[in-house]
């Protein structure tokens, strides 16, 4: 004959059960944008959505920072792309493009959450090239780095345009 389960252990194995199930039901399945699976909890994700909307609130800072950067008012429009990740580090980056050409005029903004600063904005090359105060170099150092760095004279006269040394 068996004996019957304490009430103790019939308890203790429910709320094992109920546990269990709810972590499960916790558990979401995504897709990245690689396509490869992952599973995020509805934590993560409201994590995720928090720095969105940090993101959001801290745009205009960073349009601020960039304009500050931009001594010879190259900038025209500034547009951001629409994803925001959480770096391992737990810095938010944010990316974006200035006057309509993702592929040569791009910047990244790191954010601190709530610090309402922005920590750090690196951009491409392009963009460093059009925030550089000439007044600092020789005119033949000026020159030589031109012609070094726009060897094509369209994108030459473009970036002296874009420095508004040329109409």
Do not use: C
């Amino acid at each position: 004959m068996k004996k019957p389960m304490s009430s103790k252990l019939l308890t203790f194995a429910i709320v094992l059960l109920i546990v269990m199930i709810s972590s499960i039901y916790e558990t979401v399945k995504t897709s990245d944008t690689s396509g490869d699976k992952k599973y995020t909890t509805n934590k993560e994700k409201s994590e995720q959505e928090k720095a969105e909307a940090y993101a959001e609130k801290m745009k205009p800072k960073i349009k601020e920072e960039l304009k500050k950067e931009d001594i010879h008012h190259f900038i025209k429009d500034i547009k951001f792309n629409e994803k925001v990740t959480i770096g391992p580090m737990g810095m938010i980056e944010v990316t974006g493009y200035i006057n309509n050409e993702p592929e040569k005029f791009s910047f990244d903004a790191s954010l601190y959450y709530k610090s309402n600063e922005v920590d750090s904005i690196g951009y491409s090359k392009e963009v460093g090239d059009r925030f550089t105060d000439w007044s600092k170099y020789s005119k033949k150092e000026k020159e030589e780095y031109i012609k070094t760095a726009y060897p094509d004279k369209k994108e030459r006269e473009q970036y002296l345009r874009d420095i508004g040394e040329l109409k």
